[in-house]
């Protein structure tokens, strides 16, 4: 019996204009019986088949010559799970139409995305493999309300928006669609007709992988399972815990040399994870590797937040890396790029032709020193889909911190802004509220479901309470970048020794604010690129005076209070900027002089050096963790410190930051007794000049620096000592 033939709406159908595709296709009761419906662009025939007995119930009437069927399907009054025979040109085969099958997203679900409280919600957006009704399929999901057609294409409908239009559930501005037969590694977009008309084709937002650039469609592929919690990994995040962070961009770490051709994922694990052993640090951070389109923006531009890049291998061999440093004992951090996005036509740029994720006014959603869009933290999909990839690389890969880029440029409207260039907020002020809101609301949330992540702001202005909780009015970062002291302490190392006396307060000034935050004392990728040199080229003096500068400048950062970064190639002394495009210089560890391999051995041996003494970072944010001893020998530029732990021990740190030695140098002390010197960036393991203190001195009863007991030091040239009264 003949069905459905409105050709007006067959006529939407085939152009793909038609924004209700569950109003027409598959199974209808209609007056005239159960009626079938089928759009089948190019087929020849098609018959129904009942699902569970495999036999033909009825044959669906050709209703349009360009390959859309229907028919009552006789002798059958209800529902029943059903199959298509259908005829090509050139084959016949049993298909499973997309079109009998219900809702996908629950009540709740959709309830939670709408109102941006849904911890998880990758777990229903994107694309997810499911069974239903005995079918193996996809699940597929997007957000965009404004949209007036959204199709899933592929390599499995012939990237067709035709065939597989979506199901608007207008409660939520969520398309859904279950397509039956596609599998792991099947390529997807969507295609949209936006609210102007216009065709657009879009990555999917919530992919868990994607194509390597050029190409950029997604990857069908399993959510990885949730990983345990681990109290080692959680008790290594503690604010009283050691915590020295090795920073590597994973594309140019080490290269292969026949090709400088990237390592792979399984590579780094089988070298770099070892290295990062060896080497004494506690964490890596990893710069962004969120899928991103251009690799001259490091990761920082990210158009994957959920996928990660394809450049290294897969998402199972990226977690297998992250599993291989803890298997070490190392803790993951991963920089997390919250703030803004590329405006890629692909990506999430005017995402159903007007701007879901990002503000509209070019005033609050163009950056524009990176000529990237700002999200709309205002809005509550956005801030749900940002908050919920913090709780994803969590729980999903065992990130164990996550490290927040740009934080300034989010909470300030006028970042980087001339007068009339930006959008006061609704008191008038600068501060961008949302964004505040969305930094509280995401921190208290893995707080709360992620234990023991933390999150460390990279934050440059005086913003205050960026590390206190949120109900005491701060942004509940666990940890800030001290960008001043990184700074200050670089301009005091660059000046040539003879200047330093005049600038003796950059040293010091720190310490003045040094417990307003809980600070990670940073020397970053940021400080060895764009013209600012190497560390090592920014020292002055000949060359033995600039790796002098560093090894003491490593020393005195080291016992400085504070957790540490160091960028990778500072820890052996990179001789030039570093370079994205190709691998660090380790061939300068091979040199014969040894200058390289001696800054290599010092900063192996300050992180375990630092580990094995809690003075050096129990009590980093604690008042009685510090004390100046010298503070004031502006015409020596000497500075001397103590570093103390909860049980009252004590390190005695001593820098000359001149290239003259200093022979009897008093030193006062609260503790006599015998002092063993514990470390000396003048040794001759780091290719110094090996003067010293023959190691160990014995305190004297003769006061010093308002203390009753004092020690007579050797102070070698440009080197940092760090000293502790034996039992």
């Known amino acids: 019996m003949s069905g459905f033939s409105d050709q007006r709406v067959i006529n939407l159908l085939f152009s793909g204009h038609y924004a209700d595709p569950f109003a027409v296709l598959g199974m ?12 089948l662009p190019g087929a020849l025939e098609a018959h129904v088949v009942d699902a569970h007995n495999g036999r033909k119930v009825g044959k669906l009437e050709r209703q349009d010559e360009r390959g859309f069927f229907a028919s009552v399907i ?72 404004n949209a007036q057609r959204v199709s899933v294409v592929g390599d499995f409908n012939f990237w067709d928006g035709r065939r597989h239009p979506m199901r608007l559930r207008r409660e939520s501005g969520i398309w859904e669609l279950f397509v039956p037969g596609v599998g792991v590694g099947d390529l997807y977009k969507f295609e949209l007709i936006d609210c102007y008309g216009n065709l ?68 780094l694990a089988e070298q770099l994870v070892p290295y990062v052993k060896s080497m004494g640090f506690t964490h890596v951070e990893l710069m962004p590797v969120h899928e991103h389109p251009f690799d001259g923006s490091w990761g920082y531009q990210p158009l994957g937040l959920y996928a990660p890049t394809r450049r290294f291998g897969s998402p199972e061999e990226f977690r297998q890396l992250v599993d291989a440093f803890h298997e070490a004992g190392i803790n993951v951090l991963l920089d997390w790029v919250p703030g803004h996005f590329p405006a890629d036509s692909y990506g999430l740029a005017r995402f159903d032709g ?52 740009a934080v300034a440029s989010m909470i300030y409207r006028d970042y980087s802004r001339r007068d009339g260039e930006w959008v006061p907020n609704h008191y008038g002020g600068k501060e961008n509220l949302e ?34 909780p949120p109900e005491h009015n701060g942004l509940g970062f666990h940890y800030k970048w001290n960008m001043g002291w990184m700074h200050d302490t670089l301009a005091y190392m660059q000046l040539d020794p003879v200047h330093r006396k005049f600038h003796h307060d950059l040293l010091t000034f720190g310490m003045l604010y040094a417990y307003s935050e809980n600070f990670v004392l940073p020397l970053s990728h940021d400080e060895v690129v764009h013209g600012k040199r190497s560390l090592l080229d920014r020292m002055p003096g000949d060359p033995w005076q600039k790796f ?28 030039k900027e570093w370079n994205h495009d190709i691998s660090l210089d380790w061939h300068l560890l091979d040199e014969p002089e040894g200058w390289h391999a001696g800054v290599q051995n010092l900063v192996r041996d300050l992180n375990h050096c630092y580990c094995q003494h809690p003075p050096l970072y129990q009590c980093d944010y604690l008042h009685q963790g510090f004390e100046w001893v010298v503070v004031d020998d502006r015409e020596n530029s000497v500075f001397a410190f103590i570093r103390r732990d909860n049980d009252g021990n004590e390190m005695l740190v001593v820098s000359n930051f001149t ?17 063993r010197e514990v470390l000396n960036t003048d040794s001759l393991h780091y290719h110094g000049g090996n003067l010293g203190n023959a190691g160990a001195v014995n305190s004297e009863p003769v006061g010093s620096h308002s203390r009753p007991q004092s020690l007579v030091l050797t102070l070698p040239p440009l080197a940092t000592l760090y000293l502790v009264r034996e039992a």
């Open 435 to 468: 964004a505040i809101s969305f930094l509280r609301y995401t921190n208290q949330t893995v707080g709360q479901h992620c234990p023991g992540l933390i999150t460390i702001a990279e934050e440059s202005t005086d913003y205050a309470g960026v590390t206190l």
């Open 28 to 39: 209808h009761d209609t007056p005239a019986g159960l009626e079938v419906r089928a759009l």
């Open 659 to 675: 290239p003259v030695p200093r022979e009897g140098y008093r030193i006062g002390i609260n503790q006599p007794g015998r002092w």
């Open 354 to 405: 007007t701007a879901l994720y990002e503000y509209a006014d070019p005033k609050e959603g163009f950056h524009q020193d990176w000529n990237t869009l700002i999200y709309n933290f205002d809005r509550h999909e956005v801030r749900n889909y940002l908050t919920g990839n913090a709780v994803y690389w969590a729980e999903r890969f065992g990130a164990d911190g996550l490290r927040v880029d």
């Open 200 to 267: 657009l084709l879009k990555s999917d937002p919530y992919a868990f992988e994607s194509q390597m650039r050029p190409d950029n469609a997604s990857l069908v592929t399993r959510l990885p399972a949730p990983l345990p919690a681990s109290p080692e990994r959680q008790q290594a995040n503690d604010l009283q815990s050691p915590i020295s962070i090795y920073e590597v961009h994973l594309g140019s770490w080490r290269r292969h040399t026949d090709d400088n051709f990237w390592l792979s994922y399984r590579e």
């Open 548 to 575: 002098a500068n560093l090894r003491a400048y490593y020393g005195f950062m080291w016992a400085y209070p504070g957790k540490k970064l160091l960028f990778m190639g500072g820890e052996f002394a990179q001789g």
């Open 74 to 145: 006789p002798r059958r009054k209800h529902h029943f799970s059903y199959r298509l025979a259908v005829t090509w040109p050139r084959d016949t085969c049993i298909i499973d139409d997309p079109y009998r099958f219900g809702t996908l997203l629950q009540e709740l679900d959709v309830w939670l995305l709408a109102e941006g409280r849904h911890l998880r919600p990758f777990e229903q957006m994107g694309a997810h493999l499911r069974t239903l009704d005995g079918v193996d399929g996809a699940c597929f999901s997007v957000w965009a309300p």
